[in-house]
């Protein structure tokens, strides 16, 4: 899960739900419907909800809406048009700052029961993108992952959306591996760090 707090680069008028907003657009790349209606930010609105948990409970349609239009005045979102209805992503504007804001407040939620995998971050990142994978390294480490070796970072609960940002916000993706596994050996260490 993103936690997001208002940043100074972005327009005064950024709320929470503008922010909520770039970050479901962030993980899910391009929302579509099939629309020809006037209402389609309303239509858009409501596909957006249905990508995110989070964002169904917690606005209405009319207001995330509303905050679209915002978005797209300020040239964070593209509205686009074609012959089967519309779509919504953001710009590349969108992007840079959603990533900046991200990469500032960016936590991991936390579950109070464990479900038993290991999310494992592996990465061999080459030298010369070696400020990409020193990034990486300070992010996973303020993330609470736990160092198994060298480029190999554990941590019990889901991450992985998180993990993809990251990776591309740094331009580092095709360098880092996530995966989810059932057992490490000797993971006694592991189990008393998270306090399993």
């Known amino acids: 899960m993103f936690l997001l707090v208002r940043n100074e680069n972005m327009p005064k008028n950024t709320s929470k739900i503008a922010?909520?907003?770039?970050?479901v657009l962030a993980v899910a790349g391009?929302?579509?419907?099939a629309a020809t209606s006037p209402y389609f930010l309303l239509n858009l609105s409501k596909a957006l909800r249905k990508k995110d948990d989070y964002l169904s409970k917690e606005y209405e349609?009319?207001?995330?809406?509303?905050?679209?239009?915002?978005?797209?005045?300020?040239?964070?979102?593209?509205?686009?048009?074609?012959?089967?209805?519309?779509?919504l992503e953001l710009s590349e504007k969108g992007k840079k700052k959603f990533q900046k804001l991200c990469l500032k407040s960016l936590e991991i939620k936390r579950t109070?029961?464990?479900d038993g995998l290991w999310r494992v971050v592996?990465?061999?990142?080459?030298?010369?993108?070696?400020?990409?994978?020193?990034?990486?390294?300070?992010?996973i480490k303020r993330l609470g992952f736990y160092q198994?070796?060298?480029?190999v970072w554990v941590l019990p609960y889901d991450c992985e959306k998180e993990i993809q940002l990251l990776s591309d916000a740094f331009g580092i993706t095709e360098f880092v591996n996530y995966l989810e596994v059932k057992r490490i050996k000797d993971d006694q260490k592991l189990k008393e760090n998270f306090n399993f």
């Open 112 to 114: 109070k029961k464990w």
């Open 19 to 23: 922010l909520d907003i770039l970050k």
């Open 61 to 87: 349609p009319n207001k995330i809406s509303k905050t679209l239009l915002r978005l797209k005045q300020s040239k964070m979102v593209v509205v686009g048009k074609g012959d089967y209805g519309y779509s």
């Open 148 to 151: 198994l070796q060298k480029s």
């Open 30 to 33: 391009i929302v579509a419907v």
């Open 122 to 139: 592996i990465f061999d990142i080459p030298e010369k993108l070696k400020i990409g994978r020193s990034a990486l390294r300070d992010m």
